[in-house]
């Protein structure tokens, strides 16, 4: 099983959809948990870190489910410029970012 | 006023040739890192440094081989490069509490070097 696992995509959303986003880990000591956005051929960009209680900023809410080992992503109210890949990522005791793979969303008219 | 650079931003070169890229930070963060981006866009990680010293290398070739001159920089030389090594490399930095502890800080990319053996 791979460390960390997101479905690669594409999500093909209509701008104002709602659209969410999951993140499963595979590593029960992982620490802290992050979103990271990705533009085509630019650098990982840290979107929100995830805290335990779940975090909310502007139309995006992060939650974090340490029982079921899952992190979630939820977009409202899309943009076209929400168009990105979506990592999602998190520290271990070696203090390292472990990222998955990556979730594409395409936002469309 | 850029945070993390790295330098070049392209490197087209022949298999065998020895090539470096370059990294530098003035965030004054303690700790800085290399990643790999493959062609699938998996983004891994391949060393850390704290304060110029060597805290992370995750089975990398010793083809490879990282230098900190200073906590600001972060240089990647690779020796004998093979076709394999054809991706974009990002350099990362993040601030820590001492003895290199970085959980829960964020980590500042740069803009990556788009690596193309031929």
């Known amino acids: 099983r791979k460390e960390v696992e997101q479905d690669p995509g594409p999500f093909n959303v209509p701008e104002g959809a709602t659209v969410a986003f999951n993140c499963t880990y595979s590593?029960?000591?992982?620490?802290?948990f992050f979103w990271y956005r990705q533009d085509c051929r630019k650098e990982p960009k840290l979107l929100m870190s995830?805290?335990?209680s779940g975090n909310e900023d502007g139309r995006f809410t992060a939650q974090l489910n340490r029982a079921s080992q899952y992190i979630s992503l939820l977009i409202r109210d899309s943009k076209l410029s929400d168009s990105a890949t979506y990592l999602c990522?998190?520290?271990?005791?070696?203090?390292?970012?472990?990222f998955g793979t990556g979730t594409r969303l395409q936002v469309t008219l | 006023d850029t945070a993390v650079s790295q330098t070049p931003k392209y490197l087209v070169t022949q298999m065998g040739n020895d090539k470096s890229i370059k990294c530098e930070q003035n965030?004054?963060?303690?700790?800085m890192y290399w990643y790999k981006q493959d062609s699938k866009k998996f983004l891994k990680i391949m060393f850390s440094?704290?304060?110029?010293?060597?805290?992370i290398n995750e089975t990398v070739p010793n083809r490879f081989s990282p230098k900190s001159p200073d906590k600001a920089h972060l240089n990647l030389h690779i020796n004998s490069l093979e076709l394999g090594d054809s991706a974009v490399y990002f350099c990362?930095?993040?601030?820590?509490?001492?003895?290199?502890?970085?959980?829960?800080?964020?980590?500042?990319f740069g803009p990556g070097t788009r690596l193309t053996v031929t």
């Open positions: 990362a930095s993040s601030q820590d509490l001492a003895g290199g502890i970085t959980e829960g800080y964020e980590q500042y």
């Open positions: 590593n029960s000591a992982s620490q802290s």
């Open positions: 995830v805290y335990s």
């Open positions: 990522a998190y520290t271990g005791t070696a203090s390292k970012l472990t």
């Open positions: 965030l004054g963060h303690d700790t």
């Open positions: 440094y704290n304060n110029k010293e060597l805290i």
